[in-house]
């Protein structure tokens, strides 16, 4: 029998400069998430949204922090209720800010049987913290939180948490990383296929050196997708719209190739604003992508 599905939305948008993503998960929903995923066969659970505090304290260089680190706090508990019961977390933004919560539960949860590995599909790198940010925007922290290279609030809710070795983290389709970011990313020894790597390669060879990078020596990967990695033409319905990204059939190889693997062990969808779409059209490719994920197939 399959496992079963906990869909967990989170209406956050105060990571980002725009608002608007903390209707994402209520998008994609209506995109036929949950119908689409029991068609696959699996029960599916709706944990429902995790909403933010109306207000919190904010800095220059942590915008809104209370308010995001209050998310993935509760993020954080929810995954690991989820995975508890042996069930599969799939949390739906809001920005990507929510991804230190979800990740810092996986690998926490796996813990005692080995590290997890992470693939950040995302035209952002996400590797910024507190020192380095030219926005304060925390959406762009929290890849770099999840292995332990700051800002540790965002991960560190009293529970000592399980850092990601950066060994087993791969960025993907990366098209727009700041300068300070891009140090610290080659400093810390991410691995990254940005997109003319992807140009010259192609997503076949690109996705199966990830998914070997991510689940080397680990117990399996979980995957960050964020819908601005698409090009706009196809995803226009996100907050950091970036020129020349993947095709629609790139994005989905990447997750169907990771599908058969059998190396995913939980996920995040982000960053789907409905205030900047065309009748759903992002909340729908996202809801696809997840289907496929889950292993939905063209053939």
Known sequence: MKKTLDIIGVQMDFGASKRGVSMGPIAIRYGGLVEGLERL????????????????????????????????????ETVRETLAKGHFPIALGGDHSIAAGSISAVAKHYQPQGPIGVIWIDAHGDWNNDESTPSG?????????????????????????????????????????DQMERIRMKEAGVTVFSINEIDKRGMDAVILDAIEIASRGTVGIHLSFDVDAIDPQA?????????????????????????????????????????????????ILASELVQSCMGKAVY
């Open 41 to 76: 066969g699996y029960p599916v659970e709706d944990r429902g949204d995790i909403v933010p505090l109306p207000t919190g304290k904010s800095l220059p260089h942590m915008r809104n922090y209370e308010q995001v680190v209050d998310v993935n706090r509760r993020l954080y």
């Open 235 to 283: 995803a226009p319905g996100t907050g950091t719209v970036v020129h020349s990204g993947l095709t629609t059939r790139e994005a989905f190889l990447a997750v169907e190739t990771l599908a058969d693997s059998g190396k995913l062990i939980s996920l995040d969808m982000v960053e789907v604003n409905p205030i900047l779409d065309e009748r759903n059209k992002t909340g």
């Open 137 to 177: 925007n925390m959406h762009g922290m929290p890849f770099s939180a999840v292995c332990g290279h700051g800002p540790n609030c965002m991960v560190d809710f009293g529970q000592e948490p399980a850092f990601v070795p950066v060994k087993n983290c791969v960025q993907i389709a990366g098209r727009d990383i």
